[in-house]
């Protein structure tokens, strides 16, 4: 974790081991040169937040201070920022490419060798206070809604992801797994003009996606079936956003001959693929990871600034910051679309 030495000292979610996670006090940290010190108001739990508390992921430094959503307000600049004032609402882009490596060259920053991944890999925003490098941090107008900024983060990854396709407005494409990200991509798919057929095995869940705009597949559907569906609904695309490895499976084995299957889930154990079906069908399988910097984000927030989309609808529950850790339990269990927490003064 980063050299905390201030001595005033704040509230910081803990990871201490899987499934172990404790409100500390840390002393608050100072922003070094070219960096923002945030006073965070609102954070976002995602599905790698989940992961990593549940010790899924093998390479976690602990203890680790979690969390990569959130807003806030600029408290401190360091040495070189100018660009922010004083009590500025700030949204934290939390993947920090290196800007110098061939593929941040190509323009492909979001698979950086090198790339720094805030509350993953580094200390995160689960506390009153972070320091983040001002380049990936995004001012943010009076238009957007807080319960629509701390969502800017997943926003931006539903929209790599749908764009990651070939499939085009006013095209079928269908959404297998209904997460935030499943979600936040139906929704903006919807409003884009494309047709969805959205599926999850949450009733919950899509019926959410009914309200978005889409087509809700019972969550009984058999692969067969679901084939038949997207048959007959002329699917190009399949976007996988389960991030477990039978979804892969079900993706291709139900997909229309000639359709792409866009994985955007991380499942932690191996998906099997028959590549002579594959292959014989002219499938494709493509992948989408995180964003683009900086793009994605400027397009996203243009999205909210213009009221495009709402991605607070897809909101389930909201809790204080201090009942993190029931919080943490809640989404671990699978049945919520999205929770946020609100880091109160």
């Not at 014989?280 to 243009?302: A, C, E, K, M, N």
């Amino acid at each position: 974790m980063r050299n905390l030495t201030h001595t005033a000292t704040m509230k910081a979610g803990v990871l201490q081991k899987p499934q172990v996670i404790e409100l500390r006090d840390f002393a608050i940290p100072e922003p070094g040169e070219g960096e923002v010190r945030i006073k965070m108001e609102y954070l976002g739990i995602c599905g790698s937040d989940v992961s990593i508390y549940l010790g899924h992921r093998v390479n976690t430094p602990f203890p680790l201070i979690i969390g990569h959503e959130g807003i806030g307000r600029i408290e401190k600049m360091g040495a070189g920022v100018s660009r922010f004032t004083m009590g500025q609402r700030v949204v934290i882009e939390p993947n920090f490419p290196c800007g110098h490596c061939a593929l941040c060259w190509q323009g492909r920053g979001n698979i950086c060798p090198h790339k720094r991944i805030f509350g993953v890999l580094e200390t995160g925003c689960f506390a009153e206070y972070a320091v983040v490098p001002a380049q990936f941090t995004w001012a943010l107008s009076d238009s957007i809604a807080d319960e629509d900024a701390v969502l800017i983060e997943p926003l931006a990854v539903a929209l790599h992801t749908l764009y990651t396709s070939t499939a085009r407005p006013g095209d079928s494409i269908a959404v297998l797994g209904l997460g935030a990200i499943g979600l936040l991509l139906t929704q903006l798919a919807c409003r884009m003009g494309y047709r969805v057929m959205a599926y999850d095995r949450v009733e919950g869940k899509t019926a959410l996606a009914l309200q978005l705009g889409a087509k809700a597949i019972p969550a009984q559907t058999s692969a067969a079936d679901l084939a038949d569906l997207w048959q007959q609904a002329k699917v190009s695309s399949i976007f996988e956003c389960a991030g477990a490895a039978p979804a892969l499976s079900m993706a291709l084995e139900s997909a229309p001959r000639g359709a792409s299957v866009v994985v955007a889930g991380l499942a932690d154990k191996p998906s099997a693929i028959n590549e002579f079906s594959l292959t014989r069908q002219g499938q494709q399988v493509l992948s989408s990871i995180i964003y683009q910097h900086p793009l994605d984000f400027q397009r996203t927030i243009t999205l909210l600034e213009n009221g495009f989309v709402q991605p607070r609808k897809i909101i389930s529950a909201r809790y204080p910051f201090e009942k993190l850790p029931a919080a943490l339990e809640e989404a671990a269990a699978g049945l919520h679309s999205k929770i946020i927490l609100h880091v109160y003064s």
